[in-house]
């Protein structure tokens, strides 16, 4: 099947340093990915769905100056983290649709922990 | 707003019985339902969706409009099938995209 990788798998950085999160879609271009958060023992939360070319599309309460999204390619799409504080450390997880059979495949995800 | 319910954050059996997970939507139109599972120190992937009507590693689910559900059921578990299993929701949104809605996820484990 198709293969999402995300780049770093881990991460620790200090409050208020930004920090950068890779998604790229291997095998197939994705017009469409999509970044999750997701919380110990909890489900997956839709953050934003990022379009190659466009601006994201924010869910409602996800500030989008916080989480900046930037899909330049059909093959990638990142994710930055601005100012980070301790509220930030969660697990973020990039999805890619892939358009010929409309199937979201998933990235392994990626641990940011702030100090 | 769409939503998806699963009851049971854990659910334990033993290997050999019987296994049903418990999904629910609410989702006024017409919806597209699908599993995921998690196994241990993996990604995210597909197990199966309601449109397909296949079963997936001996799993089946059954989309009851009337019930509103999507509950997935094997016969007879087996300790590789434990795992995180995420009940899914598939919407359409104006201008031609669509999204995941996921529930909170059941862990299940298979015990010897």
């Known amino acids: 099947g198709a293969v999402v990788s995300q780049h770093p798998s881990w991460v620790i950085c200090k409050s208020g340093t930004s920090v950068k999160i890779e998604c790229r879609s291997l095998d197939f271009q994705a017009t469409t990915m999509f970044w999750y958060r997701q919380f110990p023992k909890q489900s997956l939360m839709l953050m934003a769905t990022?379009?190659?070319?466009?601006?994201?599309?924010?869910e409602q309460g996800v500030e989008k100056d916080k989480f900046l999204i930037n899909h330049a390619s059909l093959t990638l799409s990142t994710l930055t983290v601005t100012s980070a504080h301790p509220e930030d450390s969660s697990f973020y997880i990039c999805?890619?649709?892939?358009?010929?059979?409309?199937?979201?495949?998933f990235g392994p995800g990626t641990r940011l922990t702030v100090t | 707003a769409q939503r998806v319910t699963q009851p049971e954050k854990l659910l334990s059996v033993f290997k050999g019985a019987p296994v049903e997970l418990k999904c629910n939507y609410s989702?006024?139109?017409?919806?597209?339902l699908f599993w995921y599972v998690q196994y241990s120190r993996q990604r995210l992937q597909l197990l199966l969706r309601?449109?397909s009507r296949e079963s997936i590693k001996g799993f089946t689910a059954d989309l009851n409009k009337g019930e509103t559900s999507f509950h997935l059921k094997k016969p007879f578990a087996q300790e590789e099938d434990s795992a995180m299993y995420y009940c899914a929701l598939r919407v359409a949104f104006t201008g031609g995209g669509n999204k995941l809605t996921f529930g909170t996820g059941t862990q299940l484990k298979v015990e010897l």
């Open positions: 989702y006024s139109g017409s919806p597209e």
């Open positions: 990022s379009n190659e070319g466009s601006k994201a599309t924010y």
């Open positions: 309601h449109i």
């Open positions: 999805s890619a649709r892939d358009p010929m059979n409309y199937e979201q495949y």
